[in-house]
C-alpha cells in the first residue's frame, strides 16, 4: 500500500452510505450545525438561483424529496478536515463526544485541498490571544476577512493534506453510489477545489456532478485570485461552469450550490465571528464588561450634553 492510499484508507469511508466532507473544521461548529438539522434547512428553503433549473418546476414534495437525505442526520459519516494541528486536541474531544451518541464522526488532521501528501508546508497565523485563536491560509492573511485581522505570529509546520478529488474518489470506490455533501470553509482555496472537482477529466464527466450537496462560503476575490493565478472573475467563472453542469450533465447529482461570502450555512456569519472570543482573545466575561464599559461611557456623553 502506498503512503497515499494508506493516508486515504485511515478515513475509513467504507460503509459510508452518505458522507458529508467538511472542508474547514475550525472549532467545529459547522459538524455540531449538520447534527442539528442546520443544513437541510439551508437546502431546502434557499433562493431560487442556488438551484439547478429543475427545481425551479418541481413541486413541494419533489423539492421536499431530493433534499430529503440531508434530513436524515445519524444515518450519515462525517468526516471533518482541520489544516491547524493546535485545533486538534480539542476537535478529538469534540468527535470522542459525538461519536459517545453512535455517531460516525472524525476530525482529520490534514489539510482539504488539491494535493496529497503526509508531509505538506502551511504556515499557521494566531492572531488573537484565544486558545482557539489561529488559523491557516495560503493567501495574504490580512486579505481574506472583511475587516483587518492581526497577525501576532506565524509559523511554519508540515502536516498531512488530502486532495479533495481524492477523497470523493475513495469514498465512490468504498461505497458505490454513497450520497456525498461538501461543505467549504478554506480561507480563499475554494476557488482551487471548485475549480478541480469542476474540471472535466479523461472521461468526459466531472467529480463535482458526484455530490448532491455543496455549501461555500467564498472569501476576498480581488485580492486572493492572482495567488492561483486565477482570474478575478473566478466567482462568477466558477459558478457558471457548475450551474452548466447541474443544468446540462446528463446524470448530474448536484441539487444545491450553497453560496455566500458570510459563512457557508451552519456557522456564524463573518462580521458575527469577527466579534467573537476567538478572533478578538476577549472572554465572553472580558467582552460582556467592555460593553458595559462603552455602554457607560455613552451615558455620561448623552448627560454631559443634555
Known sequence: MTRHAAMHSALALAGCKKLFIDGGSNTGDAVDAFYRGSFHRCAKSSPNRLYGKIWHNA??????????????VQSWCVRSFEANPRLMPMLRAKGASHSSTGRNVRFVDGLLGTV?????????????????????????????????????????VLAPAYDVRDVVRRAREQ?????????????????????ALSTAGEDGSTLLCQL????????????????????????????DRIHYLMDHEPGCKLQINWRNFWSSCGDSARYVWMKSPQATGRNVSEAATRRAAVSRGRRRGRRRHS
Open 59 to 72: 413541486s413541494g414534495r419533489e423539492k421536499a424529496q431530493r433534499m430529503a437525505p440531508l434530513a436524515d
Open 116 to 156: 496529497t501528501g503526509p508531509a505538506v508546508s502551511r504556515t499557521v497565523i494566531t492572531y488573537s490571544r484565544d486558545p482557539t485563536g489561529s488559523g491557516v491560509s495560503f493567501f495574504n492573511f490580512s486579505r481574506v476577512h472583511s475587516r483587518t485581522v492581526p497577525v501576532l505570529a506565524t509559523e511554519k
Open 175 to 195: 461505497s458505490p453510489g454513497v450520497i456525498i455533501g461538501m461543505r467549504l470553509d478554506v480561507e480563499g482555496e475554494e476557488y482551487s477545489l471548485l475549480d
Open 212 to 239: 448532491s450537496f455543496l455549501f461555500v462560503e467564498h472569501h476576498n476575490l480581488h485580492e486572493n485570485m492572482t495567488w492561483h493565478g486565477f482570474p478575478e472573475r473566478m466567482y462568477n467563472v466558477v459558478n
